[in-house]
């Protein structure tokens, strides 16, 4: 498996409370996403990093930033959690290179619930 | 928790049949396309890409089709088998600028026994 890792894995937090979510990798990959992944929504993508402090919006950005310090740290937070951010929250990894291919590979997810 | 397949379409397939997965792509300076597949409980995983100038790519027992004129890509499963079910995602990206990868909705596969 791809060296990516996401935590918390579960996280259960109340409206209005700040969530950071992290994805973490081993294979010094370039690029980095978020996506959030909701019944009938399929893969939405929220942020994006290209490098380290190189990051950019997706779709749904509104609500949520990032912080890219390092190549291996990507994190994702949750100013102030609403309702509407509940879903799975899944880290992706790439190289995304002509020499090197469009492979990304997923972290295992993070299930977020704003209660 | 709900099935990342809940609300997508689907598609029902006999085993042993070949199934065709059908995406309609919005981007047209996009350079590369891209089949995922997700199993309940997992994240995606890569299966296929295609690259713009291209029109069609074999894999193992896979094969995606490009038609630029019609922004439609297929992704073509030969002798489907049950452990394909799961729930289909066709990606693009624009490589060597920023490289925003964004997928599609998604279409649930099922292979009926």
């Known amino acids: 498996d791809a060296g990516i890792t996401q935590s918390p894995r579960h996280k259960v937090t109340e409206t209005g409370t700040p969530v950071t979510l992290r994805c973490h990798q081993t294979e010094n990959h370039r690029y980095m996403y978020w996506y959030r992944q909701d019944p009938g929504h399929g893969l939405r993508l929220i942020h994006y990093s290209y490098g380290v402090k190189d990051t950019d919006k997706g779709e749904v950005s509104d609500g949520y930033s990032v912080s890219r310090s390092k190549t291996e740290d990507f994190l994702l937070t949750l100013e102030s959690a609403t309702s509407s951010q509940t879903s799975v929250y899944f880290c992706?990894?790439?190289?995304?290179?002509?020499?090197?291919?469009?492979?990304?590979?997923f972290g295992q997810g993070t299930r977020l619930t704003v209660v | 928790g709900e099935s990342v397949g809940l609300h997508l379409p689907t598609l029902s397939v006999q085993e042993g049949d070949n199934s065709i997965i059908n995406c309609a792509y919005s981007?047209?300076?996009?350079?590369?396309f891209i089949w995922y597949k997700q199993e309940s409980g997992k994240g995606p995983q890569f299966i296929i890409d295609i690259r713009s100038n291209m029109d069609k790519r074999q894999g193992q027992r896979v094969t995606v089709l490009l038609n630029k004129t019609v922004k439609h890509l297929s992704l073509q499963i030969a002798a489907t088998q049950p452990g394909d079910s799961a729930v289909y995602f066709c990606a693009e990206v624009m490589t060597g600028a920023n490289s925003k990868l964004t997928f599609g909705k998604g279409i649930t596969l099922s292979v009926r026994p």
């Open positions: 981007n047209s300076a996009s350079d590369y």
């Open positions: 992706a990894i790439s190289a995304m290179s002509t020499g090197y291919g469009t492979e990304a590979f």
